[in-house]
């Protein structure tokens, strides 16, 4: 018999029941909950008369609503108000764990998870929210549930599912001095395309994945679901465990050597069956920067934008032009030549300390380009920011004129007041780049933290190897 | 849940592939606490020319006369015939809910995102896979001839043509099952409530710090 892949042992190990149709009901060891997609689901609970059925395994946060400056002064949008008033309200009525917006530990659900210990190997972690895939870099089976589905786990702790195909993305060999995670995952889409992973679970392996620490296993896990796949897992090694070690919600010392060891199992069999491979050499990435309006829309900061009108993309041709031009870019365009009018450093991509400290380094005693209107940096939760102001990284960004903000989704989808206006263009270390995803009207580029720094004070894309 | 079994409705077509679920109901509406009320602002900014925002009097907007929806024809649609990859990005329920609360009741496409397709079952609204070539055929039909409708049967899971043309799809036995009967999936899965207290106890023993209280 064949081997067992990472996310069959994780299946297997929570199968509560299977039915002969292969439907199963999965049993839910992690529920994080946020502001927006719980309160119908909160309130279905309530009509029905029903409780949720385990409260410690739930943790909440509100991160999508949330202002980033002048918390003191409570939330001005009354509807954002009333929707962070809700979760406050139903996590109290209901006895779960809240980061509240003035708590330390506030900040992006899928940055304070992974922070507090609360997603583990081996784990299955869901969230109302498409980038819970975050979490499977720890080795947990991690995926984003609607809000029938929030409301079903909070009343059974289970969910009814249907088993994905397993698909195994192996990035092979090294990749050069300043191409990141956020290059690799960018890479990853633009080859296998945007829904390249539907019904799949995929795996992310190859030297490249596993030189990368545990930031950046979860800016790569974060966009599986931009490839189309709920949940995106790495194998669990050294680098998983060291990371987990004295967190809040780790194990506690009776349990720690018996949960590291059952951890240990968390990889792939060498003989295991995978429904489909793909390779992609690290060596050849460089860094990416997204030109249209769909993730799989990127290229690399050397390249240019594409020209619909060529033959080898007639299949391509009605996407392609609908999107360069609400982009409003020429065909053939040189992405160094792009022009930006806002810069975001932020999101459950690219928030955490490491992203924070690579913008950092690339700024060396230059200012933003007095072109940008504005370029801000969002840290992912309350303890990232404290730990950059440590680092003194908040001095060198405000000097150089970025603005520094409090933890919350902010500018990654603009419900809050953070956001593009019509027409203008922004740089972002985000994950979506779809129409109006920044403000109604507004252009996205995605790119990594350091390529958004250098981009910021060029005042265009720049190639942040030779910045 | 709303029950499906069969109907017989207008089509409107909106192939463009990629249609995210952003696109289908913008970030703002989501503020709203509650489950109905999303129809007006479905595909809000291709409708409106104007910026839309929650709460507004949705009547003294813009309406974009080119986009598909607004075109009189289409009026009262209840099938949307759409490109590849519908429904793909955040994980947002209320897409199913704008497109339900604005009296769509099934979706044809050549593929779904997964997280959409799960969602639709929920709120009793069918997504159907076609291959492209059949939803193509189908969007030109719609195009062609004004008043165009479908009917879809579910208990025999097929699509008929107003010539009488038949395609067959394929559902899923349990979710073809609670879909038929309105079942609602929590009360079915608490008919199990012993399996997943049995379930806990075993799992209390092998992997005991799932279920440590946090330092
Ligand atoms: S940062 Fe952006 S992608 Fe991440 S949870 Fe918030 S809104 Fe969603």
Redesign the pocket.
Known sequence: MAGKTLYDKVWDAHLVHSQEDGTVLLYIDRHLVHEVTSPQAFEGLQLAGRKPWRTNSMLAVA??NVPTTNRANGIDDPVSRLQIETLDANCEKFGVTEFKMNDLRQG???VIGPEQGATLPGMTVVCG?S?TSTHGAFGALAFGIGTSEVEHVMATQTLLQKKARNMLISVDGQVGPGVTAKDIVLAIIGKIGTAGGTGCTLEFAGEAIRNLSMEGRMSVCNMSIEAGARAGMIGVDDTTISYLKDRPFSPSAEHWAQAEASWRELTSDDDAHFDEVVHLDATTIEPQVSWGTSPEMVTSVNGQVPDPSSDELTAKREGYSRALEYMDLQPATPISQIMLDRVFI????NSRIEDLRAAAAVIKERKVATSIKQAMVVPGSGLVKKQAEEEGLDKLFIDAGFEWREPG?SM??AMNADRLEPGERCAST???NFEGRQGQGGRTHLVSPAMAAAAAIAGHFVDVRTF | MQEFTRMTGVAVPLMRANVDTDAIIPKQFLKSIKRSGFGVNLFDEWRYHDAGFPGQDSSTRKPNADFVLNKPRYNGAQVLLAGENFGCG?SREHAVWALDDYGIRSVIAPGFADIFHNNSFKSGLLPIVLDKDIVEKLAAECEGSEGYQLTIDLPDQTVTTPDGEVFKFEVDTFRKHCLLNGFDDIELTLQQRFRIEEYEVSRRQSAPWLFDAPS
Do not use: E, F, P, Q
């Open positions: 991160d999508h992006i659900v899928h929210d980038h932020g999101s459950c991509t989704c990654c989808l985000s994950n979506r | 955040s």
